[in-house]
């Protein structure tokens, strides 16, 4: 095992965060400055993200000084796996940095400290209680605990979209941009990004990609990894700049629209806004956002081949259809589930669902939950139980492979309903022998196993996550019940975010204690690799080289 080289990448990984969070703190000095936007939340998110880009830049030369003097043309299996696990855990903690320093700061009570006298502070506003000022008892802000902000982080960059905060446009506009641009580095992985931008990896990059990206197998991408990474991310930001546009002709401001294009694109669903889309309470923005999720719950490897003009690849991929087929049955019951119910909004409005209602609400959450994304608009924890029941299976389904989508993917619930389909008829027709086909590809033994096997260990996973959050939270004296530790397991495993009862639409996940945030992380990071990535480092021989 070569770990000065592993070392090495990952200080550059590490330079690439620093560099992303010294962009936006010019930024914010830019219109602190210039624009004289002087509030003093303001400038501690400025002081925030600046300090948080030079620890990034140390630790990054740091680890990349360590890393000098050892020279590998190819990275092994092994190497890759390490480097990619390393990338999300040291990362996620880089990305956390300017959440906790403006905590610690002070950002996390800013109307307090800007006043003489807090008891002197109309009612409601924090700060106007002794409590608020650091007295025993007093409500801390989720972000002054490091767990919570690993965990947002974590969130951010496995385009989760799970939040602890309740009060999210509290935060300066730096912080919500940071966390928007988390999403939009880990929509095809930090490592993808890693490949296409420094390419000095050479030959190993390939075995980067094929550990990090996600779902079974990757299509219609070239040999050459580097030069395919480039094009991807060329797509994945023509995309970005295209709902950035739509955004903003949907009403939205250029701030919020930023934000969201990076959520959207990403899968990862983290709004500036507490009640999510649903603040807008608009039929352009959620067409926009049903849109741009559905795009990118789709194989990236075909719209790569998009770009090499093969339409024939695109409209013959059964995992495409299959993906389309459910989105539009499952809309269909849940629209004519909601018909005549009353729908409650995030924003607190209440609407008798008409047809077009019923159509617009439950195309929406079913797109948004399917893919991932978890945008929410209306509190589906008060929808009939048909109707969550048919969410909770598309959560689990997921997107295609090879997308930025959660779940775990079409293509392995599609293979595996082949498996116990061919399972049956020889149970009757012995003597009949049929290759087991997705699409004109015949799958083999090992792709059939390899399926069926990751469906049980992301099931496994699941419910030791539940029973280890039920236990936490036991511990901690919350009453968690079974549907919250069940559905806060399977949203951070399946890397969805909102999830039912006391994580639902309306909920956050801020009341969890340190070792369930830091559990639910781990969950989140599984999910994104696909948990064989992560589970091989338990595995001694892993370490021996055996």
């Known amino acids: 095992m070569h770990y000065r080289?592993?070392?090495?990448?990952?200080?550059?990984?590490?330079?690439?965060?620093?560099?992303?969070m010294a962009a936006i703190a010019a930024l914010e000095w830019v219109l602190w400055v210039v624009l004289a936007d002087r509030g003093l939340d303001e400038e501690l998110g400025l002081k925030a993200m600046g300090l948080a880009s030079v620890v990034g830049m140390i630790l990054g030369g740091l680890l990349w000084l360590a890393g000098r003097g050892e020279r590998v043309e190819l990275m092994n299996r092994r190497e890759a796996m390490l480097l990619v696990a390393m990338s999300w855990l040291v990362g996620a903690t880089v990305a956390a940095l300017p959440y906790w320093f403006w905590a610690l700061a002070g950002g996390a009570n800013p109307v307090a400290l800007s006043v003489d006298n807090p008891a002197d502070l109309p009612p409601g506003i924090p700060g106007s209680t002794a409590e608020s000022m650091g007295v025993p008892g007093a409500a801390d802000h989720p972000f002054q605990g490091f767990f919570a902000c690993y965990f947002e982080a974590m969130s951010g960059l496995t385009t989760t979209g799970a939040t602890v905060l309740s009060d999210i446009p509290a935060l300066p506009n730096s912080l919500l941009l940071w966390r928007a641009m988390t999403h939009w580095l880990g929509g095809l992985g930090i490592v993808v990004l890693f490949v296409a931008v420094l390419p000095t990896i050479g030959v190993g990059g390939k075995r980067l990609f094929n550990v990090e990206a996600p779902g079974p197998q990757q299509q219609g991408v070239r040999?050459?990894?580097?030069?395919?990474?480039?094009?991807?991310?060329?797509?994945?930001?023509?995309?970005?700049?295209?709902?950035?546009?739509?955004y903003k002709l949907a009403g939205m401001s250029w701030f919020d629209s930023v934000c969201h294009a990076f959520s959207v694109v990403s899968t990862g669903g983290l709004s500036p806004k507490d009640a999510s889309l649903g603040h807008y309470d608009s039929v352009a923005a959620d067409a926009v956002s049903m849109v741009f999720m559905l795009l990118a719950g789709v194989n990236f490897g075909l719209m790569f081949a998009l770009t090499r003009g093969r339409w024939r690849a695109v409209v013959k991929d059964e995992e495409l259809r299959v993906y389309l087929t459910l989105k539009v049955i499952v809309i269909a019951f849940v629209a004519f589930n909601l018909y005549g119910h009353e729908i409650t909004t995030t924003a607190g409005r209440v609407l008798q669902a008409d047809a077009f209602q019923a159509l617009r609400f439950g195309a929406f959450q079913t797109i948004s939950l399917h893919t991932g994304t978890g945008f929410v608009t209306a509190d589906y924890d008060l929808w009939p139980y048909f109707s969550r029941a048919l969410l909770v299976g598309l959560m689990f389904i997921g997107g295609c492979a090879g997308s930025t989508a959660g779940g775990v993917k079409v293509i392995r619930f599609w293979i595996a309903l082949k498996v116990i389909y061919a399972s049956l008829e020889r149970a009757f027709r012995p003597q009949v022998i049929r290759p087991l086909r997705v699409g004109q590809a015949v799958v083999d033994d090992q792709q059939q196993l390899n399926a069926t096997v990751y469906l049980v260990f992301f099931f496994a996973v699941a419910m030791v996550g539940s029973l280890g959050l039920a236990f936490f939270e036991t511990t901690a004296g919350h009453d968690i019940g079974f549907l919250t530790a069940a559905t806060a397991s399977l949203s951070t495993l399946g890397n969805i975010g909102p999830g039912f009862n006391r994580i639902g639409a309306t909920q956050n996940y801020g009341w969890f204690s340190d070792p369930s945030l830091a559990l639910m992380s781990v969950l989140m990071m599984l999910g994104r690799l696909e948990v064989y990535a992560i589970a091989v480092l338990l595995l001694p021989r892993f370490w021996r080289g055996d």
Do not use: S
């Open 5 to 20: 080289h592993v070392l090495r990448q990952l200080g550059r990984l590490m330079l690439v965060l620093g560099v992303g």
């Open 223 to 246: 040999p050459r990894i580097a030069e395919t990474a480039r094009v991807l991310w060329f797509i994945y930001t023509g995309i970005t700049a295209a709902a950035l546009v739509c």
